[in-house]
């Protein structure tokens, strides 16, 4: 899967390397053998903190208002080097109501073969930081969302396939708020390779990139005829064999077939400026600092545009940092 595996070795090796890997509840000072063990002992309000390292668990966060974050989820290095795996099933399930204070942040979410990394199921948590990569499934293969509005933000959907529809995120009748996220190189044997809205959903999508996603057709972002997601000051790219596929709501601010500015942040200027060309890289409105827009990447897929080529073409890509880390990994060799 596009280098995945070597992806994966090089950020395993990383953990392996460290000496002990805590998880800690840091409201109850405590630490505990799983991650499982400390959701299970939490109560609401409790804040728990996993040490570096690679944790093959199926975590299910029992509807508790608690917040399960890496060291440092602004820190790209910390997240590429906190990996949740599921070892073949859901990483990561919501489903007793959780709400917007139970939050999940710096993680990358692998490992998933034949179910959603992360299923939220008439749930609304909060998601952000986190990086779904390389993940297959039936559908959703990096978030299945049924009948909930969980909020997610700032993440990464990264190689995601599935051989039905949604590689990336698939929205069941349900309201998702998604900010400043990634979809890149997911894809989807039906419909919806970056993203797809089924039975009524309405998701509102803000600030996002939908760079080389597949599927047949909808490659961005794929909708069934009674969903109607908002998009807005998104950028569309490399997309195939479409860029949207079905109805939506034109928020404005909207990039289609071309990656025009440096970075994907300069997607926040004002109207009208979103397709002048920025050489000095500029910051998301909110963002921490650490999530700058500014390093170069190569990008994997073949068919993307390359550093290098005229301006008068296609400038080159740019991606979040903790993106970059996660290209850059699977882009090695070749």
């Known amino acids: 899967m596009r280098h995945l595996s070597l992806a994966l070795s090089t950020v395993c090796a990383l953990a392996a390397s460290l000496a002990s890997a805590d998880i800690t509840n840091i409201t109850q000072g405590t630490t505990h053998a799983t991650i499982q063990e400390a959701i299970t002992l939490a109560v609401n309000g409790d804040e728990?903190?996993?040490d570096p390292g690679v944790y093959f668990e199926s975590l299910n966060l029992l509807g508790k208002a608690i917040t399960l974050r890496s060291q440092d989820p602004t820190d790209p290095p910390t997240v590429i080097s906190t990996i949740l795996n599921g070892g073949g099933s859901t990483v990561i399930s919501c489903s007793d109501n959780e709400g917007p204070d139970t939050i999940i942040a710096g993680f990358v979410i692998t490992g998933t073969t034949y179910s959603s990394a992360m299923a939220n199921f008439g749930t609304s948590p909060t998601v952000e930081y986190c990086s779904f990569i390389g993940n297959v499934s039936h559908v959703g293969a990096g978030m299945q969302n049924y009948n909930g509005s969980p909020t997610v933000r700032y993440c990464a959907f990264v190689d995601n396939s599935v051989d039905g529809k949604g590689g990336g995120m698939r929205n069941n009748s349900a309201s998702p708020t998604v900010l400043h996220c990634e979809f890149i190189g997911n894809s989807a044997n039906v419909d919806g390779?970056?993203?797809?809205?089924?039975?009524?959903?309405?998701?509102?999508?803000?600030?996002?990139?939908?760079?080389?996603?597949?599927?047949?057709?909808?490659?961005?972002?794929?909708?069934?005829?009674?969903?109607?997601?908002?998009?807005?000051?998104c950028i569309f790219f490399a997309n195939t064999p479409d860029e949207i596929h079905g109805p939506y709501t034109d928020g404005g601010d909207n990039v289609f077939g071309a990656y025009p500015p440096a970075d994907p942040a300069a997607r926040h200027l004002p109207r009208g400026h979103q397709r002048r060309w920025r050489r000095r890289p500029i910051r998301p409105r909110h963002a921490p600092r650490r999530l700058r827009f500014q390093l170069p990447l190569r990008p994997a897929s073949s068919h993307l545009p390359k550093p290098g080529i005229p301006a008068g073409s296609s400038?080159?890509?740019?991606?979040?940092?903790?993106?970059?880390?996660?290209?850059?990994a699977t882009n090695q060799g070749r």
């Open 315 to 328: 400038p080159t890509l740019r991606y979040s940092e903790t993106s970059i880390a996660l290209r850059a």
């Open 193 to 233: 390779g970056g993203m797809f809205n089924g039975f009524g959903s309405t998701p509102t999508v803000t600030g996002c990139s939908f760079v080389s996603n597949t599927a047949n057709p909808g490659g961005g972002i794929g909708s069934d005829p009674d969903s109607d997601p908002l998009i807005t000051a």
């Open 48 to 50: 728990i903190v996993v």
